[in-house]
């Protein structure tokens, strides 16, 4: 074989191994029979198995679609000042015409209502300027701001309810678009997306009120055959270390960021059988200082135990609940490796404030002069009330944690280094200025200022997603076939060749897709068909120039050069304008047209590939072997 040649099959080589190995999670998913999905989450391995896995959409697995609208009326309202009669009736008029034109923009017509009522908004909307133009564009401000608001709330429960690969998107300026795949219990959902936001503020319990309680509760456990086979069915174990009740932790303003005590403690080998029998809880756990770690792989674990009635009994009795944080993060391990750990806090068993205290919460750049100059903060107002409850719980819990909690999850727990006065409050250590608007962000959903309605709504039951699946995979198989004997018969070795290369190309796709966790919808699959036509197309464009070649009297050799250098400006210039068409659809697009633009974009890359690389590669290989004259095309 030329040596040339070498490196390129080295290349596809090592191409569809990558690409055999990044399906294979999809196959063994597929083939999972409902007790060893179950078994599987037991073990805490079936997310990793799902993340690993392409998934499936509304259209094929069955779900919700749901429709929410934020009631900017109700919004504009409730943050104009000195209401009388006149107003209300203008905010009346606007709502009426929304009825009748439902996709019309409310801020137009507020602005024309108004004009038309000689009304002046400055006397309503003095805070946000002296006049109609600049408060108009401060109140459409409010409006995105609220949306965006809802959609973080959204996702938060949305993770909650446990649904793999939501999509939750804004549609306009007022509307959400939410797809549950998998969900059928309809009531639970639009219980859960309808709900009022729970933002809380709650205190930390001390170090020693932590350890007793872990002790207590491996204690309650100990001899427990189904929690100790729920401990030992995950991947690693490690007994917790104290935590050290005299740990400090450092602070540069009245909040700051925890400092992480990445000791050699934190991960290690596996446990011995007898310490996870002897200490079922606390041998899922690790110490972070102050905080406890869970391991990603533990998290499940970890919630069924304490589900169970032991658990609950000792937390009651310690006046307490355990709560995780509302994301991973990522810690060394002994071995030089990172770990991802979720934090679980114990928390008291009440809050001390509710989100509705919030009036406020802006992310900004600390000013010049202070220890935060230039660096993310969040300013945090309080109406009266929270002030004055305020200023008594920080005044009676210095040095303590106070963790910011929404919808049952810890986004952040800073440390109170003195008594806060008057309800301002700032908070920083943040890595970036975008975390601090995402905390934000979550600061004020607690209070959020406009409802959101449910304006459509569709339930896509699983026979129906069974049955899309099935009509999209017997599409594609007969598409396929039809291709494959048609390149066979009309272009015999060549078009061998071809089939190969194509079958190849939707390999690669696929395992693509895998790798960036993408959802696959019926418009996806109507972009993977597409994908194989464009394929074909690229190759018979050059099997002609090839024939032409031939044709002419060169050698197969000259001919398979010639054939390629003719046909690679047709080639590029064809799949260059399909290429700039999926990007348009993928950066317009919603939910499955950027489904259909994902697979488009990545199968016509691919089919370039295959169609310029790897049977060029081929061809070649064919026309290096000594004595060759003739060529089948």
Known sequence: MNKQLTPRLLIIGLVLTWAIWAIWPTVQYQQLTDAEIEDLRDQGKLEQLESRSIKQGLDLKGGMFIVLEVDLPTLVENLAINKDRNFSKAINDVRNQ??????????????????NNNLKLSRYYYDYGSNSETIITALKEEGEDAINRVLEILQNRVDQFGVAEPTIQKQGNQRIIVELAGVQD????????ESTALLEFYLVKEVTTTNDLMIKIDQSLKGNEVVAEVSKSTESSQEIAP??????????????????????????????????????????????????????KNAYAVRKILETPEAKE??????????????????????????????????????????????????????????????????????????????????????????????????????????????????????????????AIVL????????????????VGPSLGADSVRQGTQSVLIGLGLVLLFMLFYYRLAGTIADFALIWNIILVLAILASLQATLTLPGIAGLILTVGMSIDANVIIFERIREELNKGKTPKAAIDGGYERALTTIIDANVTTLIAALVLWQFGTGPIKGFATVLFWGILISMFTAIFVTRTIFNSFASRKGLTKLSI
């Open 186 to 193: 309809s009531e639970r959902a639009r219980a859960l997306l």
């Open 444 to 459: 004020r959903a607690g209070a959020l200022p406009a409802p959101v309605d449910i304006i459509e709504e569709r339930v």
């Open 98 to 115: 929304l009825i009748t034109s439902p996709e019309g923009d409310f801020f137009e017509m507020f602005t024309d209502v108004t004009t």
């Open 314 to 439: 000792r937390l009651a009795s310690a006046g307490g609940t355990f709560l995780f944080s509302h994301k991973t993060e990522e810690y060394p391990s002994a071995d030089g490796n990172v770990e991802k750990m979720y934090g679980l806090y114990l928390l008291e068993d009440r809050a001390e404030l509710t989100g509705g205290v919030v009036e406020e919460a802006k992310a900004n750049l600390g000013p010049q002069g202070s220890t935060s100059a230039g660096q993310p903060i969040v300013n945090l107002s309080m109406n009266s009330d929270g002030a004055r409850k305020w200023a008594i719980i920080t005044g009676s819990n210095v040095g303590r944690q106070v963790a910011i909690v929404l919808d049952n999850k810890v986004h952040m727990a800073p440390n109170i280094r003195e008594k806060i006065s008057g309800g301002g409050t700032l908070i920083e250590g943040f890595a970036n200025i975008n975390e601090a608007k995402d905390i």
């Open 243 to 296: 935590i050290d009740e005299d740990e400090t932790v450092s602070v540069t303003e009245l909040f700051g960021e925890i400092e992480k005590n990445n000791s050699d403690d934190i991960t290690g080998s596996d446990v011995a059988e007898n310490i996870v029998s002897d200490r079922p809880f606390s041998s899922l756990l690790r110490n972070l200082g102050r905080t406890i770690g869970v391991p990603e």
